[in-house]
């Protein structure tokens, strides 16, 4: 059976992303939750989790002790970084000076102040809290079955803004914004699946059966 | 704009039961929280919010419990609140399964305890419930009240928001004292006046009796999202159904 790992870092509160993995991955998959860096390495999949400030969360990892295997598997193995996980993968954030991982180019931003009015004149509040619309802009396994459209739960100040063209959903808040990229075996998600209902329930299970090709 | 307006549909829990009941008078027992919680997700709820009624502090520990169980099972985003005093406390129920934590009377007695779970969990994490009614005959002043409304503490309601949006709140769970259990509707200059005073979301929350009065807490109190509990606990709407009416009246939500 194949084994999953969360990376376990420290940033609390992963009881739903282990739950929501636990319900959807049955008995095809186990399942844990991990501080180890061998037991990180020997997993078929990784789940790279975060909240709170994103340079709380780097300087967590930072002593962790498996920044390391967490690169490694972001090299090898069906990846999903969620939320503060997936920002964590760019190369640097508005929100403090630390330097993250640079798996994927580009920096991570906060929502502009001066832009966040929406088309009747609405102003926008910050954070990005909510169900918002996915959009997709190309195919990918794990959205396979999800509607263009649907609605996932967010709650974000920053976003990312990839160098590269690795968006595979958009969503707008008011502008258009990358809300998951991907690459190779990586996957990285700025909402959150496992606080989304039926919608992020499947795409978890997309990731229980994906054998990391894009 | 595409973000949905929420539906929040509030649930009182004492000893590991959710319990209804009129201005918490002649409380009955309402059911297994799991239970109300899946029926709540398969009508379309956007969130759920546990309110934790326990008197004795001996019992609080079951909130917990009630937590982990529908974390379990239930994926859509749960706020806790009632009796959380210190940071520890917060950090008790986000371990349990809580994606956030509202602080009311301790926002008042020990701001430090906003900040400092703020710092710690992110402001994502921390709603901060102000009690409010009006002191003027011309509802244009609101005072922030605690123990049910009964005690005044001297604030300005929009003042008080916008220094808990300071301190690291990342959301206000307004609640209109003057109109709670009146099913009247909100107070709706009180909304518009905090939800426009602040960047970050406000739920509008105390008075829902039927479902123009969610309609008017975002169209004219500016609400990011909407609370009640006795509309849908009694049965006399779904949430599906509130949610249709937010729609005919030209709000976005999730359907």
Redesign the interface.
């Not at chain 1, 969503?171 to 008011?174: D, F, G, L, Q």
């Given at each position: 059976m194949q084994k999953i790992a969360i990376v376990d870092y420290g940033m609390?509160?992963l009881?739903?992303v282990v739950?929501?993995m636990q319900?959807v991955a049955s008995d095809r998959a186990s399942v844990v939750l991990t501080a180890d860096a061998a037991e990180i390495a020997a997993a078929d999949k990784v789940v790279f989790p975060g909240?709170?400030?994103m340079p709380d969360c780097m300087a967590h990892l930072e002593e962790s002790g498996v920044k390391a295997s967490v690169l490694k598997a972001a090299t090898e193995k069906p990846f999903l970084g969620i939320c503060v996980g997936a920002q964590l993968l760019f190369e640097r954030s508005e929100e403090g000076p630390t330097d993250s991982l640079g798996v994927f180019g580009g920096q991570v931003i906060r929502f502009p102040?001066e832009q966040m009015v929406?088309?009747?004149g609405?102003?926008?509040?910050?954070?990005?809290?909510?169900?918002?619309?996915m959009f997709i802009k190309r195919d990918h396994p794990l959205w396979a079955g999800i509607p263009d459209g649907e609605?996932f739960?967010f709650?974000?100040?920053y976003h990312f803004a990839p160098v590269d063209d690795i968006a595979v959903v958009e969503?707008?808040?008011?502008y258009r914004f990358a809300a998951a990229v991907a690459r190779d075996n990586i996957f990285a998600i700025q909402c959150?699946p496992?606080?989304?209902?039926d919608a992020?329930?499947k795409l978890l299970k997309n990731f229980v059966n994906w054998d990391g090709r894009p | 704009m595409p973000l949905a307006k929420r539906i929040i549909p509030c649930l009182d829990v004492t000893a590991g039961r959710v319990v209804k009941g009129v201005n918490f008078v002649g409380l009955r027992d309402a059911g297994d929280p799991v239970e109300i919680a899946k029926r709540y997700n398969l009508q379309g709820a956007d969130e759920l919010t546990f309110l934790d009624i326990t008197a004795s502090s001996d019992n609080r520990d079951l909130i917990l419990h009630v937590i982990e169980a529908v974390a379990s099972q239930v994926f859509i985003p749960l706020t806790v609140g009632g009796g959380v005093r210190q940071v520890g406390d917060v950090r008790r129920l986000l371990n349990a399964g809580a994606d956030k934590v509202s602080i009311n009377t301790t926002a008042i007695t020990n701001p430090e305890v906003v900040q400092g779970a703020a710092d710690k969990f992110g402001s994502q994490a921390i709603v901060v419930a102000i009690d409010a009614k009006a002191v003027d005959e011309s509802n244009t002043r609101w005072e922030v009240f605690t123990h049910g409304g009964r005690r005044a503490t001297g604030l300005d309601a929009v003042e008080w928001a916008r220094k808990m949006q300071q301190l690291g709140a990342g959301e206000i769970l307004l609640t209109s004292m003057d109109r709670d259990g009146t099913k009247i509707g909100f107070n709706l200059p009180l909304t518009r006046a905090v939800s426009d005073a602040v960047d970050i979301p406000v739920i509008a929350s105390g008075g829902v009796g039927n479902l123009q009065h969610l309609v008017e807490g975002v169209t004219q109190g500016h609400a990011s999202a909407v609370l009640a509990a006795s509309i849908f606990h009694f049965g006399e709407y779904t949430v599906r159904q509130a949610k249709e009416a937010m729609q005919a009246a030209g709000i976005e939500v999730r359907l």
């Open positions: 609390g509160n009881h739903s739950k929501s319900l909240q709170g400030a102040a929406g088309a009747d609405e102003r926008l509040k910050v954070p990005h809290m909510g169900w918002n619309e609605r739960y709650v974000h100040s969503s707008a808040y008011p959150h496992e606080k989304s209902a992020g329930l | -």
